[in-house]
């Protein structure tokens, strides 16, 4: 692993698309897209406005990314999430979240899982996959055309409006 001696302290900071550390991290990730040229982009996130977040001690990286999505999913894509070393995954995840929404607040937040590329945990008998953004508050959202696994946690209002018709429910039964 590559770590710069500047990173020394705890917690997220923000870095730039392209950072050689960042790089090192994102080329473990399952998602990393392997040319058969052999390029290597130095630019890791893709078009749009992002956030590129590395843990201080080069253990973590979770990337954001808000922009328009063919898939027609709105919101704040997390691109990248990856820890190699550090606290409880959904801890530092949440901790990036918080951040995120200090970028984009309001904004419903989602990513995708490949259930091909990742090992499942074990929950009620059932396997899940990305078991740390459900520890983290994030939801199943659906499918993908390519059976990608979409997790959300959708906008505040969105919340307030489901918990209220929870509730309008209950009441007329």
Not at 19 to 39: E, K, T
Not at 129 to 149: D, E, N, P, S
Request: positive net charge.
């Amino acid at each position: 692993m590559t770590v710069q001696p500047f990173l020394i302290g705890e917690g997220w900071m923000e870095m730039k698309d392209g950072d050689a550390s960042c790089r090192a991290i994102f080329d473990r990730h399952y998602s990393r897209y392997v040319y058969a040229d052999g390029r290597r982009p130095k630019l890791i996130v893709g078009p749009g406005e992002k956030l590129v977040l590395m843990t201080a001690d080069g253990g973590a990286l979770c990337a954001w990314r808000k922009f328009i999505n063919d898939a027609g999913q709105e919101g704040v894509n997390c691109a990248i999430f990856r820890r190699e070393g550090g606290d409880v995954a959904s801890a530092m995840l949440t901790s990036a979240m918080d951040l995120a929404w200090d970028r984009w607040p309001g904004e419903r937040f989602y990513t995708y899982v490949d259930p091909r590329g990742v090992a499942p945990t074990i929950r009620a008998s059932r396997p899940t996959w990305g078991h740390c953004f459900y520890q983290a508050g994030w939801r199943f959202a659906g499918l993908t055309k390519k059976r990608l696994h979409i997790l959300e946690v959708p906008t505040a209002e969105t919340r307030a409006a489901e918990a209220a018709a929870e509730k309008a429910q209950r009441e007329a039964a």
